[in-house]
């Protein structure tokens, strides 16, 4: 006796999307900014502000724009990376607002530049086009792994983009560093969006070279040491993160990009002899600059003893009002809207708005900030863990490293852990070029994310699985 039983082939089942999750975390990610700007209004006028509805459904509709794109072009995303975007983001434009209504702030900057204009609602604008091409990242980029064919377009493009800002006429000196050009009235930072083109560079070069640079040759100190031949990419890049350095008068550039290079260069080859090479060349070429380049010689010696020279020295008054406001914001700080972190002139502008949230918010704000920015850079590993091509990897581990790196040199510099960088805290600080590069930054790991997360399709069934024999014994 024979029985014939009809066996199907079943699917994967489907992971579920998240994109409700995210959804839920958007209105925290709105409600959260909209309850400080508030507390802003209180602590200064005594009353809520009269922009406060504005602003609230301007986040609300610009963070249901960008569900939507997820929602829709990238179901199985990362769903904390966009509500910790809009979150940092809301939250800095309520700092500048903040800054931007202080008195004292607008008399010296009227005295000192001849006049006054507020930064928030640039910043608004900013926000609103950092989220347009966050919607074009994931419109137009399909596949990560695309980019890949752009290896070494993405070097000279990111060549061309370091090089701008020291050409005659056309890059600008911003207290000291040559990081900006002037195009039509506007001012651009190339640097912000040569980190994400070099990070595409050192992906697609690693990926192809990670066997021969992760060779060793002899063992010293515990530490296998690489084959001299094999030294030329690091040395390439030490030698360009010392070029920006001399001639752009930028530190943060120069050990953001060469430190996102070892960090990626780590991962591809699991060496950590590579880590131990890039801090060593790190603090020798800071060493050498810094003994003929007045610029790095000043924020050193603000950083060494900022209250020797505070009377004598513009880098040293700054690090000494931030040290100051850290001071005074104490444990659970002072309140939003009643420090005195305005003295410093161009705080809403640069690294130092990091020093309204240390007084107003205190040790608990700034952890709380450190803290989101980590639940980025940890997002932005898991999505590299995740991935499931060595490129994606790479090249989501080098944005994450990136981010990381540019976080602990502005916040190491206005604490005094380390020298002044001069970089724009992200998402935090006014400036349009950060604020473009870094939702560019969220919608690339998006989009990894979403590929990694991404149910692999069902494979086709062959036409022997669909009947079964199944022959008994009668």
């Given at each position: 006796?024979?029985?014939?039983?009809n066996?199907t082939?079943i699917?994967?089942?489907?992971?579920?999307?998240?994109?409700?999750t995210e959804?839920?975390?958007?209105?925290f990610?709105v409600v959260i900014?909209?309850?400080?700007?508030?507390?802003v209004?209180l602590?200064?006028?005594?009353?809520?502000?009269?922009?406060?509805?504005?602003?609230g459904?301007?986040?609300a509709?610009?963070?249901g724009?960008a569900?939507?794109?997820v929602?829709r072009?990238?179901?199985?995303?990362?769903?904390l990376?966009?509500?910790?975007?809009?979150?940092l983001?809301?939250?800095?434009?309520v700092?500048i607002?903040?800054?931007?209504?202080?008195?004292?702030?607008q008399?010296?900057?009227?005295r000192a530049?001849?006049?006054?204009?507020?930064?928030?609602?640039n910043q608004m604008l900013y926000?609103a086009?950092?989220?347009?091409?966050?919607?074009?990242?994931?419109?137009i980029?399909?596949?990560?792994?695309t980019?890949?064919?752009?290896t070494?377009i993405?070097?000279?493009?990111?060549l061309?983009?370091?090089i701008?800002?020291i050409?005659?006429g056309?890059g600008?000196?911003?207290f000291?560093?040559k990081?900006?050009i002037s195009?039509?009235?506007?001012?651009i930072q190339?640097?912000?969006?040569?980190k994400?083109?070099?990070?595409?560079?050192?992906?697609?070069?690693?990926?192809v070279?990670?066997?021969?640079?992760?060779?060793a040759s002899?063992?010293?100190?515990?530490?296998?040491?690489?084959?001299?031949?094999d030294?030329?990419?690091?040395?390439?890049?030490?030698?360009?993160s010392l070029?920006?350095?001399?001639?752009?008068?930028?530190?943060?550039?120069s050990?953001l990009?060469?430190?996102?290079?070892v960090?990626?260069?780590?991962?591809?080859?699991e060496?950590?002899?590579?880590?131990?090479?890039?801090?060593l060349?790190?603090?020798?070429?800071?060493?050498?600059?810094?003994?003929?380049?007045g610029?790095?010689?000043?924020?050193?010696?603000?950083?060494?003893?900022?209250?020797?020279?505070?009377?004598?020295?513009?880098?040293c008054?700054?690090v000494?009002?931030?040290?100051?406001?850290?001071?005074?914001?104490?444990v659970l700080?002072t309140?939003?809207?009643?420090?005195?972190?305005?003295?410093i002139l161009f705080?809403a502008?640069?690294?130092?708005?990091?020093?309204?949230v240390?007084?107003?918010l205190?040790?608990a704000?700034?952890?709380?900030f450190l803290?989101?920015?980590?639940?980025?850079?940890e997002?932005?590993?898991?999505?590299?863990?995740?991935?499931?091509?060595?490129?994606?990897?790479?090249?989501a581990?080098?944005l994450?490293?990136a981010?990381?790196?540019?976080?602990?040199?502005?916040?190491?510099?206005?604490?005094?852990?380390?020298p002044?960088?001069?970089?724009?805290m992200?998402?935090?600080a006014?400036?349009?070029?950060?604020?473009l590069?870094?939702?560019?930054?969220?919608?690339i790991?998006i989009?990894?994310s979403d590929?990694?997360r991404?149910?692999?399709p069902?494979?086709?069934?062959?036409?022997?699985?669909?009947?079964?024999?199944?022959?008994?014994?009668?």
């Amino acid at each position: 006796m024979s029985v014939v039983t009809n066996t199907t082939t079943i699917g994967a089942i489907e992971l579920p999307s998240r994109r409700n999750t995210e959804l839920m975390l958007l209105g925290f990610a709105v409600v959260i900014p909209m309850f400080a700007y508030a507390n802003v209004g209180l602590a200064i006028d005594g009353k809520l502000p009269p922009g406060m509805l504005f602003y609230g459904l301007a986040l609300a509709v610009l963070a249901g724009i960008a569900h939507l794109v997820v929602r829709r072009f990238a179901k199985y995303a990362d769903p904390l990376l966009l509500p910790l975007g809009i979150l940092l983001n809301g939250l800095g434009v309520v700092f500048i607002w903040r800054l931007d209504q202080s008195e004292r702030l607008q008399n010296l900057a009227k005295r000192a530049f001849g006049g006054f204009s507020p930064s928030a609602p640039n910043q608004m604008l900013y926000t609103a086009l950092g989220i347009a091409l966050f919607a074009g990242v994931l419109l137009i980029l399909k596949d990560h792994r695309t980019l890949q064919r752009f290896t070494y377009i993405s070097m000279a493009a990111a060549l061309v983009l370091l090089i701008l800002p020291i050409i005659p006429g056309l890059g600008a000196d911003v207290f000291g560093a040559k990081i900006w050009i002037s195009v039509g009235g506007f001012s651009i930072q190339p640097g912000e969006f040569a980190k994400i083109v070099l990070a595409v560079f050192f992906a697609g070069y690693l990926m192809v070279k990670r066997d021969a640079l992760a060779l060793a040759s002899r063992r010293f100190m515990g530490l296998y040491l690489p084959r001299g031949r094999d030294l030329g990419p690091i040395l390439m890049i030490w030698a360009m993160s010392l070029l920006i350095l001399i001639f752009e008068n930028d530190l943060g550039t120069s050990l953001l990009f060469f430190g996102m290079f070892v960090i990626m260069l780590y991962v591809a080859t699991e060496r950590t002899s590579w880590i131990v090479i890039g801090l060593l060349m790190s603090v020798a070429g800071a060493v050498v600059v810094a003994s003929f380049s007045g610029h790095v010689e000043a924020r050193v010696n603000a950083w060494l003893d900022p209250f020797g020279c505070y009377a004598t020295s513009g880098a040293c008054e700054q690090v000494g009002q931030s040290l100051m406001s850290f001071g005074s914001g104490g444990v659970l700080g002072t309140g939003l809207g009643q420090g005195h972190s305005d003295l410093i002139l161009f705080a809403a502008n640069s690294d130092f708005i990091f020093s309204t949230v240390g007084e107003e918010l205190g040790l608990a704000g700034v952890m709380a900030f450190l803290l989101l920015y980590g639940l980025i850079v940890e997002r932005g590993v898991r999505t590299a863990l995740a991935a499931r091509d060595p490129f994606g990897k790479l090249f989501a581990i080098g944005l994450s490293g990136a981010f990381a790196l540019q976080i602990f040199v502005v916040a190491g510099g206005v604490m005094g852990l380390i020298p002044l960088t001069g970089m724009t805290m992200p998402f935090l600080a006014s400036g349009g070029s950060s604020v473009l590069a870094n939702w560019a930054l969220i919608g690339i790991l998006i989009r990894i994310s979403d590929t990694a997360r991404r149910p692999a399709p069902a494979p086709a069934p062959s036409p022997d699985s669909e009947m079964t024999q199944v022959v008994r014994p009668s």
